[in-house]
């Protein structure tokens, strides 16, 4: 079946550092995917996404490139703030109902 | 984009107990999902609930156990039945638009059961 493997965490990088967070999938067909970003004590919700392959999402300095060949949506930011501490979940939707496979998820946490 | 309520926020409970858990959206939609969150894990699908129809639930979660309702295209319930320790979590409900686009979540039910 369908599977999301992500970087396990926690992550702690210096404000201004580069960040790699990977995520790696298994899936029939052509999935859509997403990452989705959890700040702390707020709900989900979605950070960018990637419908097909070779697309790149980006949103707030996040970027990431759905790459079919290596089955990879690596996230990527290349100089972090302290207000981007929170957990990331990589997520991949397909199908006819489009629900959500999640990763694992992965602690953020930027010092100044 | 949708607005999602979910009630109760958080919730209390003895074992041997059972809790609803209800999930209004500010506009009709098709399906509605809900994933069960447990402390410091990722977020897993316990169903997808078309309204009219009955619920669609994951390996590992059965009717007995989580009953859905979805009486209409606004509205949902997940009732955690007969709780124990373990189900201690966040339950989430989740909707979307169609494929290939965004979903938008609840605030999320925190249960501890005692």
């Known amino acids: 079946g369908n599977s999301v493997t992500q970087m396990e965490g926690p992550v702690t990088l210096s404000e201004e550092a580069f960040l790699t967070i990977n995520c790696t999938y298994t899936?029939?067909?052509?999935?859509?995917l997403f990452w989705y970003v959890q700040y702390p004590g707020e709900g989900l919700q979605l950070l960018l996404k990637?419908?097909?392959?070779?697309d790149k999402g980006s949103n707030k300095g996040f970027e990431a490139t759905y790459r079919k060949e290596t089955t990879s949506f690596h996230l990527e930011k290349g100089s972090v703030q302290v207000s981007d501490s929170a957990v990331y979940f990589c997520a991949l939707g397909g199908g006819a109902t489009n629900k959500l496979i999640f990763g694992t998820g992965t602690l953020l946490a930027v010092q100044p | 984009s949708a607005v999602i309520s979910q009630k109760p926020s958080r919730d209390i409970c003895q074992r041997g107990t059972s809790l609803t858990i209800q999930c209004q959206v500010d506009?009709?939609?098709?399906?509605m999902f809900w994933y069960r969150q447990q402390p410091g894990q990722s977020l897993t699908l316990i169903a997808t609930a078309n309204q009219g129809s009955e619920a669609t639930y994951e390996s590992g979660f059965v009717i007995d156990k989580f009953p859905i309702s979805r009486p209409n295209l606004t509205f949902s319930t997940l009732t955690v039945s007969n709780m124990s320790p373990e189900d201690s979590s966040i339950y989430l409900c989740s909707v979307n638009r169609g494929k290939n686009t965004e979903a938008f979540f609840g605030q999320g039910t925190r249960l501890t059961v005692v």
């Open positions: 899936a029939t067909g052509y999935p859509s």
């Open positions: 506009s009709q939609v098709t399906m």
């Open positions: 990637a419908t097909k392959a070779d």
